[in-house]
Nanobody, 122 residues
């Protein structure tokens, strides 16, 4: 069983930056693909970024070039650095862990955090 706890959300002006963190429990964290998803009010949860055990990364088109996902296996933590934030980035951001795959599909992920709110004002 893996528990995920996100932190770092908040209110920021458009053009600003935030760094989200996701702390994971469990000894096999380094083997998992870790992903970030987000859900805006009235919308479905969507993929944002993922990183695998070898630090390969992949991003949604909407955030590529602005967001950076990284991980520190010694700290069992994955990060999402968000720069040049836009009002449309406003959402609850979720961290998730995939035990076996390399996917952008939310149903492939086995464990989820509770989410952290990010609000970008114009």
């Amino acid at each position: 069983q893996v528990q995920l706890v996100e932190s770092g959300g908040g209110l920021v002006q458009a053009g600003g930056s935030l760094r989200l963190s996701c702390a994971a429990s469990g000894r096999t964290f380094s083997k998992y693909t870790m992903g970030w998803f987000r859900q805006a009010p009235g919308k479905e949860r969507e993929f944002v970024a993922r990183i695998n055990w070898s630090d390969s990364t992949y991003y949604a088109d909407s955030v590529r070039g602005r967001f950076t996902i990284s991980r520190d296996n010694a700290k069992n933590t994955v990060y999402l650095q968000m720069n040049s934030l836009k009002p449309e980035d406003t959402a609850v951001y979720y961290c998730a862990a995939d035990r076996e795959g390399w996917s952008s599909l939310r149903y492939q992920y086995d464990y989820w955090g509770q989410g952290t709110q990010v609000t970008v004002s114009s």
